[in-house]
């Protein structure tokens, strides 16, 4: 049954039709049941009141003139609503407020706090952009708008309850997450400012990470679970020493009790006043070793010492190797071979080799004739020229003792560690776990933006590393609870937004459809979707 209109010398007619199938032809034929008469004659108002009749009979509400309601546009909900329901889950809300009870501040710092982070896990704006963000494109329950003042002044008061804020939720998700915190990893990282001068915590720095030491920096450091969760941040002058690092890393942990713990380091932490710093208050280390020649690396009794490899289930062969007797030398080495990561260096230097051979069979050598320049090009490559030697008489030749001592180390790396009754497959699989908690640092610089960091003083500098720790915390969790990235949940909360409808009666925020993959996200996050209707308090500069 519909409306339909049927034209008769340039007269249209207004008729409520219905569709039939004809039994003898089958065709289909439309059959008028009721003629409303000329268009331009026609009663809208009787026919409104049809309309709503029908409405009325059906159960459902009239929308009509008399009852506008307009359509205001749509905000970002997916996203920060789990984000928010993460984050009281974790106790963070709860840890908030009960610090906040200390203090009279009339601003809600913990909704505050909470849009910044939300912010450098969704999209990472300035503080200043924010304003725009809360207000124009994001839902954030409670929160109906922000000015930046507030968010400096949240900042403040993050910065001021660092310390208590870290240990509180550090032991509130430590219980709800079951997080194993015996095995902890720390890496150092630097991010520089686009500044010309120094201050009292940006300071220029020749070991500058990022390659760039003529700009000042602040190294950034993180305590890692073994699955990738940080638990700590800090924050030092660019110029600080590892030594200067790992004492207050090890103050700060020993603080909290926390029992046993192993750090695992990677090599550039490797000093005998490091390991010593390492081993106060009971702890212990895993940290890797230089494995090469020369007056820099390990002592030569762990790689010449004999014995037999032993297969782990990953394929990894591996050989506990105690040097030094039972003198206060002595110390526990694991040399590691990875017989896949031998075959690649193996056919990697056999192409090299190849083709060095080849450019030296190009050269017009002479014994005791000056080299030409194709051949102080060759010898000072840096592929190349690795592998050649110069006789006395000045030729280039191959350099065999250096592959042999090269294929030596295809595939094996050395670890030390201070504890001795840790198995042999941990310590392995603890150090190997290193590299991939590296992507925090990755994750920090290109997924929440540490940087640019947008601020002069070190306070607010720090309290900025702050909010991205709290962002990596809610994020590292969110994929470590579906084994999705994060990355691909964000492509997943954008399909849910929040419309705004403005009535007579008010204005409603209504929330969208839920999709199946969002609602699949939610279940193993245990999050529960928002309601058909959410809190939607107005801006006070759009209030009636």
Not at 382 to 402: E, F, I, M, P, S
Request: proline content about 4%; some cysteine; overall charge positive.
């Amino acid at each position: 049954m519909y409306i339909r209109t049927v034209s008769s010398r340039k007269t249209e007619y207004v008729q409520l039709a219905h569709n039939y199938r004809d039994p003898k032809t089958g065709a289909s034929k439309a059959k008028v049941l009721y003629s409303f008469g000329r268009k331009d004659n026609i009663d809208v108002e009787a026919l409104r009141r049809l309309v709503g009749s029908i409405e009325r009979f059906l159960g459902q509400e009239t929308v009509s003139e008399e009852w506008p309601v307009d359509f205001a546009g749509s905000r970002q909900l997916g996203g920060t609503w789990v984000l928010d329901q993460l984050w009281e889950s974790l106790g963070i809300r709860s840890v908030l407020r009960q610090l906040l009870k200390k203090t009279r501040y009339e601003l809600p710092m913990e909704r505050l706090i909470f849009a910044m982070v939300a912010n450098r896990a969704m999209a990472p704006a300035s503080k200043l952009h924010l304003e725009h963000w809360v207000a124009e494109e994001a839902l954030i329950t409670h929160l109906p708008q922000v000015e930046v003042h507030q968010l400096y002044r949240a900042m403040d008061f993050l910065l001021e309850s660092s310390d208590a804020i870290q240990e509180d939720v550090f032991f509130s998700v430590a219980n709800l997450m079951n997080l194993e915190v015996d095995l902890l990893f720390l890496d150092t990282t630097s991010t520089y400012f686009e500044v010309e001068e120094e201050d009292d915590l940006r300071k220029r720095s020749r070991n500058s990470k990022d390659k760039r030491p003529d700009l000042p920096q602040v190294v950034i450091a993180f305590a890692v679970t073994r699955t990738g969760i940080p638990v700590r941040c800090w924050v030092w002058l660019g110029t600080e020493s590892d030594q200067t690092i790992l004492s207050q890393v090890k103050k700060d942990l020993n603080a909290w009790k926390l029992g046993r713990v192993v750090m695992v380091q990677d090599t550039g932490f490797n000093s005998e006043k490091n390991r010593r710093v390492l081993q106060t208050a009971g702890g212990h280390y895993i940290i890797g070793e230089k494995l090469s020649h020369g007056p820099k690396a390990n002592p030569a009794e762990a790689l010449t010492k004999r014995g037999k490899y032993t297969t782990l289930a990953n394929g990894l062969e591996v050989k506990d190797i105690i040097t030094g007797g039972d003198s206060e030398a002595r110390r526990r080495f694991v040399l590691v071979r990875n017989p896949d990561e031998a075959k690649r260096s193996r056919l990697k230097r056999e192409d090299i080799l190849a083709e060095t051979q080849r450019r030296l069979d190009e050269l017009k050598q002479l014994e005791g004739q000056p080299h030409e320049k194709a051949a102080c090009e060759l010898r000072s490559h840096k592929v190349y020229g690795r592998y050649l030697r110069q006789t006395k008489t000045g030729k280039l030749l191959l350099d065999k003792a250096k592959v042999k001592r090269d294929e030596h180390y295809d595939g094996k790396y050395l670890i030390s560690t201070s504890d001795l009754g840790l198995s042999t497959e941990d310590v392995v699989m603890g150090y190997k776990q290193l590299f991939e908690i590296e992507r925090v640092f990755r994750d920090m610089k290109h997924l929440i933006d540490i940087r640019p960091v947008r601020h002069r003083l070190p306070d607010r500098i720090k309290a900025h590393v702050l909010l991205c720790w709290l962002g990596m915390l809610l994020i590292r969790i969110a994929e470590d609870k579906t084994g999705i990235t994060w990355f691909h949940m964000k492509k997943t909360f954008a399909t849910l937004q929040a419309g705004i409808l403005h009535t007579e009666g008010g204005t409603v925020c209504q929330s969208g459809m839920l999709r199946p993959e969002l609602k699949a996200i939610m279940d193993q996050l245990d999050v529960k979707p928002p309601p058909k209707f959410l809190d939607f308090p107005l801006p006070a500069e759009a209030k009636t």
